[in-house]
């Protein structure tokens, strides 16, 4: 019998069976100690700062209902647990299955878009994007059908032909009929933040896998196209308004431009150092529509000033620089795509999402990832980091 | 790796490093360059300030009685920027409305627009028949009292119905009350909507856009001790409007109780006789006119000799100034101003301005005196005298030969004193002035406050005018294009003609007819009832020319604090005792057999109450004589001045000298009647205000302490009231007093 014997770097519990809990968990090799501890603890700041932005943003309201003030606190934190675990296992899945289970990451995510769209799917805030289960659980699909196209993209454009060092033009193609599939769907309910981080999404992938310039330069030329031409025709009234209001929200402060006027206010009247929290007055009098959602990014800026702000920014800017520096030190293609699709997309939502409460993004209606209350987004950001960790854990430099 | 790959990442991290500086570029400039802009649009958002009103302070006699209270109304407002959001701009709601209120739709469009503002015909609105107030504000079209039986099926009709009335309340709102109607409505004043115009100036720095402030009498003079000061509430509240906690709260403070110097009795007295008079005046045939006299208009004034405080002030015709607690209507106003009805909206006792007649005579004895004549002397008294080339004759011609300075006052001998005052003219160099006039006739004057204002605590208070050299010229520069114009104009009569081509030439020039005519009070010298009355108590005091008070004190609604409003000394006159001596006792004569008040006077006890007096009958060219009597008693000890005028009223002796008399009578209790005066004299004391808020008597027990006494910061003695010469005052009803010119006297 042929013992191929054990690679040295195998994880300790490969190496000796009879290795403690204790020796396992310390070992070189094992995934806790392989676990890209930066990004981890950025991430835990973060979702441990936006369950307190969020808990902030609702206690007047469940107060004034009189419910629970920590409510949407204990919820949003048990979104983060049951997202950690998500992420664990997305980080310990085997790489190669991993590539097994993309079609079905992405079948299901087609299946649940599809399920929006039919009678299963409600309408909240405007988009038809949820399906709601009972005992009050909602599921927003777009969120996962993020996750499905990352990996969808990696998967085929990482399988690569020895020769080639960058995706041929078929393979574009094939990626591009891909995501144009949950992309159509979503553009049905219609959640055009979700699409745009998507197409950031496909053009990071791309741009990383060394697609040609005229893939990427074409996209970005189509998307402005897309924006310039086409917009005005499909897009409803209300996500026209959105889009134009910010740039002037004074011209009518109780409609569309309501929401970013009294963004920037929050956000201004905060200062350098912030109310304080629970503080902050235009949080408790309840001024910013969705602000535990897509605008609590206002509660930061009202209650925790620019320093707590400049903070948020810097830990999103960190899980960002953790991102990119996984996708450098990847060793392989379907690995460094992963990561470039995580960073696309969180850099994108990120950037619009705080941009739109400063008043310099259209309102778009993204959350803002690990800090908005939102139990899909929280699930599928941290799958999503669990992805990168996984990559983490099999780049070549540890 | 491929190298594109790479090249792409490191663009990748450039990308994401420009984008967290823009964001973090971004919040540095909202949170901490901009914030402060942030800060206070913040504080916009969720501050609302409540306010309530503070309660209107009320005025009292100085007994206590209450002259204006407040009281509940129900007013129907139209907010016009509500009304304007309609699709027809609100033209069904006001067809609906009028019909409700039963007022024709122009007249609220009139009543609606701000003043200034075009009318849809077209024309501009103009005060007070227009919006005075913010535009912003709900501007009241109607309203109802208490008692009116349509107040309730109004507030049904919009209150029910209110999808039909956007924009339209009905609701109660303090307005003011005249108990006594007409009672002193000249001195008491109303209160009308504050303009923007007006919120900027100091004294309604704290005036709401809503307040309601004084437009005339001591309601505008003491408007803001009366209007108090109005409780803020300053409330946080969340985006729906639900108070979520109170920042900071103000409670309202009520304004302060006015108690005027004003007996309420002795007022009702003084119109009740000048109304009588005036009626038996226009009873009377009048030879010279051949009909009965007109008069139109009449004034009284009770004065406090030794203080300048006003006991009594009436002006006939007076108005209801209740009028003025609802929106008033175009044909009610003009009715007001209406020169016809004797324009009831003007006081004749501050802003009616006569020839004062022989009562001058007054000056006049002090200046000949001052210029070096003896009382003590004789003089002439002929029927008429050539004085150039013109004839002054006396009244009915009458001659009383050589006679003493005080048969001279007594009889009113017009001759002596066109002398006295012709000599004076030739001593100060006649038509040719070398070198600076002594002008003692008009300097004396001026020293008993003719042609000044008297400085009274309300807001209109003419000046009159005296004839000198200098306002001869300043006159002739200002009229002379009038004075040539008018020489040629063919509307006017003969009369007329002549004076203009008279003055184009020589206006400027003081001429010695004029400067005998200004001894006897005549040709174009004009005083207030008011001016004679408070020149009269220098008299009677011995030479202190006040400037006179209606207001006694402010009283804290509380009742913990009194300021008391002090008599306020004017000047003081260079006249000798002795001279002012003289005069009151010569005046003792004029009432007494053998006066000019005799008849009138006639079986008065003047054992009792001795009363001196001056009568005038005052020629203004193409009417009738205006009859004046000033006089005050206790002749030997004075404590009151009382002036009576009737425009038009025949002479000072047969219609001004009896409303003296009737006001002597009720005020001391003489010939039958009962004394509204205990002693004679006024309450010194003030009211107090009881614990209830209400004022009662001087000496009513309240179980709290004396009041605090808060002396006025800076007694001026001519302190100037707030809005003096006030716009809603309007035009004096004698135009042009520089322009009048008399014809032969009659006095």
Redesign the interface.
């Given at each position: 019998m042929t013992d191929w014997g054990t690679p040295r770097n195998a994880p300790l519990s490969l190496r000796r069976r009879d290795a403690s809990l204790r020796e396992r968990a310390l070992d070189r090799e094992s995934p806790l100690r392989r676990l890209d501890w930066v990004l981890m603890l950025a991430v835990l700041a973060l979702i441990g700062i936006g369950s307190l932005l969020v808990w902030s943003a609702t206690r007047?309201r469940m107060i004034?209902a009189g419910l629970d003030p920590q409510s949407f606190f204990k919820k949003h934190l048990i979104n983060a647990v049951i997202g950690l675990a998500l992420a664990s296992v997305a980080s310990l899945v085997d790489y190669r299955s991993l590539r097994a289970y993309a079609p079905i990451v992405y079948g299901a995510s087609c299946l649940g878009l599809i399920a929006v769209l039919s009678p299963l799917g409600s309408t909240i805030n405007g988009a038809h994007s949820w399906i709601v289960l009972p005992a009050g659980f909602q599921i927003q699909p777009a969120e996962y059908a993020k996750v499905a196209i990352v990996v969808g993209m990696a998967m085929i454009l990482a399988e690569k032909r020895d020769a080639e060092?960058?995706p041929r033009d078929v393979d574009v193609l094939v990626v591009l009929g891909l995501v144009a599939i949950p992309m159509g769907l979503i553009m049905l309910q219609p959640d055009l933040g979700s699409v745009m981080v998507m197409v950031f999404i496909v053009l990071?992938v791309l741009?990383?896998?060394?697609a040609p310039k005229r893939w990427v330069g074409g996209l970005i030329l189509a998307g402005v196209l897309a924006a310039g031409v086409v917009a005005p025709h499909v897009l409803q009234d209300y996500q026209v308004k959105r889009f134009t209001s910010f740039a002037n929200p004074k011209a009518d402060p109780s409609g569309a431009g309501y929401n970013t006027q009294?963004a920037?206010?929050?956000?201004?009247?905060?200062?350098?150092l912030g109310k304080g929290l629970f503080q902050g007055?235009?949080t408790?009098?309840?001024?910013i529509p969705e602000q535990q959602t897509d605008f609590v990014f206002t509660v930061a800026?009202e209650e925790l000033?620019?320093v707590g702000?400049?903070a948020i920014?810097?830990l999103?800017?960190t899980v960002?620089?953790r991102g990119?520096r996984i996708?450098?030190l990847?060793t392989d293609?379907f690995g460094?795509l992963v990561a470039?699709g995580v960073?696309?997309w969180f850099?994108f939502q990120s950037?619009v999402n705080?941009?739109m409460t400063?008043?310099?993004m259209p309102v778009t209606g993204l959350p803002l990832p690990f800090l908005s209350y939102g139990g899909s987004a929280m699930f599928a950001n941290l799958m999503a980091i669990g992805l990168l960790q996984n990559v983490h854990m099999r780049s070549r430099e540890l | 790796m491929s190298n594109r790959s790479r090249l792409r990442l490191i663009v990748m991290r450039v990308l994401v490093v420009s984008v967290l500086a823009t964001l973090l570029g971004r919040l540095w400039f909202l949170q901490v360059y901009a914030g402060e802009t942030y800060t206070q649009a913040a504080m916009d958002n969720r501050v609302r300030s409540v306010v309530e009103p503070a309660r209107r302070g009320q005025i009292y006699d100085s007994s206590g009685v209450p002259l204006v209270v407040n009281r509940n109304a129900m007013v129907v407002s139209v907010n016009k920027s509500l009304l304007r959001q309609e699709k027809d701009r609100g033209k069904a709601v006001l067809a609906r409305l009028s019909a409700v209120v039963n007022l024709p739709v122009d007249e609220i469009i009139r009543l609606t627009t701000g003043c200034g503002a075009r009318l849809p015909d077209g024309t501009l609105a103009k005060s007070p028949n227009c919006w005075n107030g913010s535009p912003y504000q709900p501007v009241p079209v109607k309203a109802y009292t208490a008692e009116d039986p349509a107040q309730m099926k109004v507030v049904l009709a919009i209150e029910e119905h209110r999808e039909d009335f956007p924009g339209v309340t009905a609701e109660l709102q303090p307005v003011r009350d005249y108990p006594d109607k007409t009672l002193a409505a000249h001195l008491l004043g109303y209160l009308g909507p504050i303009s923007d115009a007006e919120r900027k100036q100091p004294q309604y720095a704290n005036a709401l856009n809503t307040a309601k402030v004084g437009r005339s009498g001591v309601e505008e003079t003491y408007d803001a001790a009366l209007r108090g000061i109005d409780g803020k509430q300053q409330l946080v509240v969340d985006k729906d409007g639900n108070v979520t906690s109170q920042q900071s709260a103000v409670p309202p403070k009520a304004g302060d109780a006015l108690v005027l110097s004003l007996d309420k009795g002795v007022q009702k007295l003084a119109e009740d006789a000048l109304q009588r008079w005036i009626m038996n005046a226009r009873g009377t045939y009048d030879r010279v006119s051949g009909k009965n006299y007109l008069a139109p208009s009449g004034s009284v004034v009770v004065m406090e000799a030794q203080t300048g405080r006003i006991a009594a002030m009436a002006s006939y015709p007076s108005y209801d100034p209740s009028i003025f607690s609802k929106p008033i209507t175009q044909k009610t106003y003009d009715a007001l101003v209406d020169q016809k009805n004797g324009a009831p909206l003007y006081s004749n006792a501050t802003q009616g301005t006569f020839p004062p007649g022989s009562t001058f005579k007054l000056v006049s004895t002090v200046a000949a005196a001052a210029a070096g004549n003896s009382l003590n002397g004789s003089f002439s008294c002929p029927p008429s005298l050539m004085l150039g080339n013109q004839k002054f004759g006396n009244f009915e011609g009458e001659a009383f030969g050589t006679i003493d300075m005080r048969t001279t006052l007594v009889k009113s001998c017009d001759t002596v004193y066109y002398k006295l005052a012709y000599n004076e003219w030739q001593r100060d160099g006649g038509l040719s002035t070398k070198g600076p006039a002594r002008e003692i006739f008009p300097a004396t004057a001026r020293e008993f406050g003719f042609g000044t204002p008297t400085g009274v605590d309300l807001p209109s208070d003419s000046a009159g005018s005296i004839v000198s050299r200098a306002s001869k010229i300043a006159n002739y520069k200002r009229y002379k294009d009038d004075y040539c114009a008018g020489a040629k104009n063919p509307t006017y009569d003969a009369y007329r003609r002549a004076i203009d081509a008279e003055n184009c030439v020589d206006g400027a020039l003081y001429k010695g007819g004029e400067a005998a005519l200004f001894a006897i009070g005549q040709g174009d010298v004009n005083s207030t009832p008011l001016q004679l009355a408070s020149a009269y108590a220098a008299l009677a005091n011995g030479g202190t020319l006040y400037a006179p008070r209606v207001a006694k004190a402010l009283l804290s609604a509380d009742g913990t604090k009194v300021t008391p409003i002090p008599p306020a000394v004017k000047s003081k006159l260079s006249t000798p005792p002795g001279v002012l001596d003289y005069i009151r006792s010569a005046l003792q004569g004029v009432t007494l057999p053998g006066g000019t008040a005799q008849a009138a006077y006639a079986g008065f006890p003047h054992n009792i109450v001795p009363v001196a007096g001056k009568t005038g009958t005052a020629d203004i060219q193409g009417k009738q004589p205006v009859s004046w009597f000033a006089s005050f008693a206790p002749a030997n000890a004075p404590r009151y001045v009382v002036v009576a005028m009737v425009t038009q009223g025949g002479t000072g002796g047969t219609t001004a000298a009896p409303i003296t008399r009737e006001i002597y009578d009720g005020m001391y209790g003489l010939e039958g009647k009962a004394a509204l005066l205990k002693n004679g004299e006024l309450p010194s004391a003030l009211p107090v205000v009881r614990p209830d808020g209400t004022l009662g008597p001087p000496g009513t027990k309240t179980g709290r302490p004396a009041p605090t006494v808060v002396m006025p910061a800076s007694p001026s003695p001519v302190p100037s009231p707030s809005g003096q010469g006030s716009s809603a005052s309007g035009p004096l009803p004698a135009a042009e007093p520089a322009r009048r010119t008399s014809v032969q006297p009659r006095t």
């Open positions: 007047q004034n060092d960058t990071g741009a990383v896998s060394g009294q920037r206010i929050a956000i201004g009247s905060g200062g350098a007055t235009q408790n009098g309840r001024f800026g000033g620019f702000g400049g920014i810097l999103l800017g960002l620089w990119l996708a450098t990847a293609s460094r470039a960073v696309s850099a950037f705080v941009g400063l008043g310099i | -």
